[in-house]
């Protein structure tokens, strides 16, 4: 049951083509944003769609397998957990963001 403490899966396309950064450390890694939409029925009964998007970050294999063939628009499966990070801007305030860290990704869609 620990395994389920933190634990996120997403079904969504990319807004935008990945950006892939080359860490000094050798290492790598994919930044990108997903949208998952969800519709309902409201008072009135018309069809409504919310989309959400998502933050998604990956690193090593993972960030490789986004660089080679994910791209914008793709509809991609992701399993990961939820981190949140903190840093100061240019201005000097304390900004947060809550990310996905993904550790699994499946490609969908043609």
């Given at each position: ?16 083509d990945p ?6 450390s050798g ?50 499966a992701i ?32």
């Open positions: 049951m620990n395994t389920l403490r933190n634990k996120v899966q997403l079904i969504g396309n990319l807004g935008n950006e892939i950064i080359n860490l000094e290492k790598i890694l994919a930044k990108f944003s997903i949208a998952t939409n969800e519709s309902y029925k409201n008072a009135q009964g018309e069809k409504v769609t919310d989309t959400q998007w998502h933050n998604i970050v990956a690193w090593g294999k993972t960030a490789e397998i986004v660089e080679k063939f994910v791209g914008k628009g793709k509809e991609v399993e990961g957990k939820l981190t949140t990070r903190s840093w100061e801007d240019k201005d000097g305030m304390k900004r947060y963001t809550t990310e996905v860290v993904c550790n699994e990704l499946l490609m969908l869609g043609k």
